[in-house]
């Protein structure tokens, strides 16, 4: 069974930043982030396998997210700059099971969901 707790959201605005963090707990090798805006579907951000290989972001998020981890605790950080109003969302961290590393951009690849965290960037 795997855990994931997320945290980091907030306010902030236009321009800014926030870093999220998520700390997993159980086997898993795999952490993505995912977004939902309100009235709309969840949609993929990012992801990092813990086997190796680069990162891999949207299109709408690259080269303003980062995302990276630090497996001496078990966290994985989604760093967000420039944020833009469009990037308002509930941000769930998310996790494949078991003994997988290849990254996959679908929700439904995933097993583990966090609570989520508010993100929210006044214009």
């Known amino acids: 069974q795997v855990q994931l707790v997320e945290s980091g959201g907030g306010l902030v605005e236009a321009g800014g930043s926030l870093r999220l963090s998520c700390t997993t707990s159980?086997?898993?090798?795999?952490i993505a982030w995912f977004r939902q805006a309100p009235g709309k579907e969840r949609e993929f951000v990012s992801a990092?396998?813990?086997?190796?290989?680069?990162?891999v972001y949207s299109d709408s998020t690259e080269g303003r997210f980062t995302i990276y981890g630090d497996n001496a605790v078990n966290t994985v950080y989604l760093h967000l700059n420039s944020l833009k109003p469009e990037d308002t969302a509930v941000y769930y961290c998310?996790?494949?099971?078991?003994?997988?590393?290849?990254?996959?951009?679908?929700?439904?690849?995933?097993?583990?969901w966090g609570q989520g965290t508010q993100v929210t960037v006044s214009s």
């Open positions: 998310a996790a494949r099971g078991g003994r997988i590393t290849v990254i996959a951009r679908t929700s439904r690849s995933y097993n583990y």
């Open positions: 159980g086997p898993t090798n795999v």
């Open positions: 990092i396998s813990r086997a190796g290989g680069a990162p």
